[in-house]
């Protein structure tokens, strides 16, 4: 991208984001975690690597933030919240989600940035608490973070691209139905053409 940069090139596959990218990032605030994936972000099977972290969207009334859950075995999202503030609130609604659809038997390694909700007391206590290992990017690395980020650009491109909401609740309510499409709809090459849905369903039962 450098190269591409220097000659004057453009990369038409991905579309330029018009706004500013949002970042959670607040100096030196709370504890940092090992990068324990380190950019590998392979994983045969569901609940083995996740990925989380925070992006903004403008919509007419204000700014909408969605916070997903990515599993990087099934490329599904298995949990999301969108909200009005990029708070701590968000992200007790986010991890309820994700424990009531946890294995028992399962101990992933959720990755984020080094935002400061992933820095935060409650977050890391929580993550304890579910007895799984947190991972977290270096700073200014956000390739130690592609896995998430490369959702946030399918987002952009196939959901929020071209169109205006005149709403939050707009907003909201349609990246619900995309996200349920993206699961249980939306065939994937690395999945051999299954839908995440599908590839969760026959790695579990095999």
Not at 52 to 79: C, L, N, Q, W
Not at 103 to 120: C, F, K, L, T, V
């Amino acid at each position: 991208l450098k190269v591409m940069r220097r000659m004057g090139l453009e990369c038409r596959i991905r579309r330029p984001n018009p706004y500013r990218k949002y970042s959670s990032y607040r100096d030196e605030t709370g504890a940092r975690a090992e990068n324990l994936l380190n950019r590998d972000f392979t994983a045969d099977r569901p609940w083995v690597k996740l990925g989380t972290d925070v992006t903004e969207f403008r919509v007419a009334d204000g700014k909408a933030y969605p916070a997903p859950v990515y599993d990087m075995g099934s490329k599904e999202i298995v949990a999301r919240d969108v909200s009005r503030h990029p708070d701590m609130a968000q992200q007790r609604r986010l991890l309820a989600m994700l424990e009531e659809k946890l294995p028992e038997d399962a101990n992933p390694i959720p990755h984020s940035d080094m935002g400061w909700q992933y820095r935060h007391q409650w977050w890391r206590d929580r993550l304890a608490g579910l007895n799984i290992r947190q991972s977290m990017s270096r700073k200014g690395n956000c390739i130690d973070n592609a896995a998430t980020e490369q959702v946030f650009g399918h987002l952009k491109d196939e959901f929020h691209a071209g169109r205006e909401f005149a709403s939050y609740e707009q907003f909201k309510n349609e990246l619900d139905a995309y996200i349920i499409h993206w699961n249980t709809k939306r065939r994937q090459i690395r999945l051999e053409g299954h839908t995440p849905e599908e590839f969760r369903n026959m790695s579990l039962t095999a």
